[in-house]
């Protein structure tokens, strides 16, 4: 059974970093994807950033690209969501989650179709 955790999240003033990590376990097939999502009070939950473990392949929305970095170190199977510049309008609930296969131009459909989640965790960004 797969299974994520993510941790992390905080309290932190505009303009500061984080560091989100999604521990991952329970893969016995690959390629796999991982991705970071999140949710704001009362909006709908939106991809921030994929990684595919087939070719390191990565996915950012253009409201976190260069200021967000997501990488992967396949001995501690850990995703990390480096956050930098972070903005008010990023307070949310992060979740990391999981799907077979590469990352292709269809994965918000299949994360949200047949992809594993993990718990969230909370980033406020204070102005």
């Known amino acids: 059974e797969v299974q994520l955790q993510a941790s992390g999240g905080g309290l932190v003033q505009a303009g500061g970093s984080l560091r989100l990590s999604c521990a991952a376990s329970?893969?016995?097939?690959?390629?796999?994807?991982i991705g970071w999502f999140r949710q704001a009070p009362e909006k709908e939950r939106e991809p921030v950033s994929c990684?595919?473990?087939?070719?390191?392949?990565?996915y950012y929305a253009d409201s976190v690209k260069g200021r967000f970095t997501v990488s992967s170190d396949n001995a501690k199977n850990t995703v990390y969501l480096q956050m930098n510049s972070l903005k008010p309008e990023d307070t949310a609930v992060y979740y990391c989650a999981a799907i077979g296969g590469s990352l292709t131009q269809d994965f918000k459909w299949r994360f949200e179709q047949g992809g594993w989640w993990g718990q969230g965790t909370q980033v406020t960004v204070s102005s």
């Open positions: 329970g893969f016995t097939f690959e390629p796999y994807t």
């Open positions: 990684i595919s473990s087939s070719d390191g392949s990565t």
